[in-house]
């Protein structure tokens, strides 16, 4: 009985010291998780979330190989890499295709929400909705009428415009589940895009009226509940071409200026391009955008500025050289020039660079710090 109380107790003291260097170890790793996100505003804790989700970095591998397609959209869809080309879409994840999906557009528009994406046939009547295991849903216009637009925002509520008999315009939304929570038909104004703002409670959509013999691009917000008309705003002499929703702000690329307004319809930013040629723009940073402006409509001669959400000019950066493509994402805007990929936060100080960047022609800036560069056939992952 004693022999057997000895070993009762030694258990004992083995389970509590067992139990103390797990608590221990949790309390290590604690500190350490508070230690990396004090440091540079959480640099090295992103970098280690960043570590664990994907190893070492990729920036040298292959991630994603596809078929070569002038006419190939991308987008990244739950961890995998969508791509849109002239007769399929395909689902890139783990090394191979997870599904693809035949389909035959004039012109397929690419939107991406969290969870889904819809593929929308510009001037055609078919729209697709997918997500990461295929093809959810397919949704047709009437005979010989068409869809518009198809955007979804970051919660998959997808505002759709389409032409329809009798009206000018016609304008839907769906909840992430599919349900249709709100519909207006326009019989006075040509409805070119729409919406929805990040909060899921209005829609902000694109109208394009006709006044003194000229066209005027007008803002519109309709409450999704009440669905009544809460706010408007007017744009002279600039076509919209890009619209983005952040926070309660609304950011509109047109073809002649820049500008970011309230839900409430309040003008915080007309930034006309003057005489200067638009080469591109980031639009989807957490709190900011960014505009590459050049003298010239080809060349290298370009400024790039960053905007806050409030319209005030964040920092500016004269460029000698040729920027491939912009993307933005959370804090960070990604470069792309000819050489190489410099990453910059919202004021334009470098944060990562990449020298070696291959035959990459785009990138793709992730909310968690990576970037995937894309080139013909092949993207790869770099983990700043």
Not at 6 to 35: D, I, N, P, W, Y
Not at 40 to 50: K, M, Q, Y
Not at 95 to 110: F, I, N
Not at 257 to 269: C, P, Y
Request: glycine share 10%.
């Amino acid at each position: 009985m004693a022999e057997k109380g000895k070993h009762s107790s030694a258990e004992q003291t083995g389970r509590k010291r067992h139990r103390l260097r797990l608590v221990v170890l949790a309390a290590l790793a604690a500190m350490l998780v508070a230690a990396l996100t004090s440091m540079e505003d959480g640099v090295h804790f992103a970098s280690l979330r960043r570590w664990l989700m994907y190893g070492e970095s990729a920036s040298s591998q292959d991630v994603f190989s596809y078929a070569a397609d002038t006419a190939n959209q991308f987008g990244q869809l739950g961890g995998g890499l969508l791509v849109v080309g002239s007769g399929e879409i395909v689902l890139y994840a783990g090394g191979g295709a997870v599904y693809s999906v035949p389909m035959r557009m004039g012109s397929p528009q690419l939107s991406v929400g969290s969870k889904q994406a819809a593929v929308c046939d510009v001037g055609g009547g078919v729209l697709y909705l997918l997500d990461r295991e295929g093809l959810r849903r397919e949704l047709n216009t009437d005979r010989g009428l068409c869809y518009y637009s198809a955007r979804l925002n970051s919660s998959d509520y997808l505002a759709v415009t389409r032409q329809k008999s009798g009206y000018k315009a016609s304008v839907s939304v769906y909840n992430s589940g599919g349900k249709e929570i709100f519909h207006f038909d326009s019989s006075d104004n040509y409805i070119s895009d729409a919406i929805v703002t990040e909060d899921c409670r209005r829609l902000a959509a694109v109208s394009l009226e006709a006044q003194n013999g000229a066209f005027v691009t007008r803002l519109l917000i309709y409450d999704l509940e009440s669905a009544q008309l809460a706010g408007s705003s007017a744009i002279r002499d600039g076509l919209v071409l890009e619209l983005a929703s952040r926070k309660d702000r609304l950011i509109a690329l047109c073809d002649k200026r820049l500008v970011i307004s309230t839900l409430d319809g309040a003008t915080l930013l007309d930034r006309p391009y003057g005489n200067l040629y638009l080469h591109d723009c980031a639009l989807t940073g957490e709190d900011f955008c960014a505009l590459l402006l050049g003298r010239y409509r080809t060349g290298n001669v370009c400024t790039l500025t960053t905007y806050g959400l409030d319209g005030a000019e964040l920092a500016s950066l004269e460029l000698t050289e040729e920027v491939l493509d912009l993307s933005a994402a959370g804090d960070r805007l990604a470069v792309l020039f000819g050489d190489r990929l410099v990453i910059y936060d919202r004021t334009l100080t470098e944060q990562a660079r990449l020298e070696d960047v291959g035959y990459a022609r785009e990138v793709r800036m992730a909310a968690d710090g990576t970037v995937l560069l894309l080139s013909g056939t092949s993207a790869r992952r770099f983990l700043p």
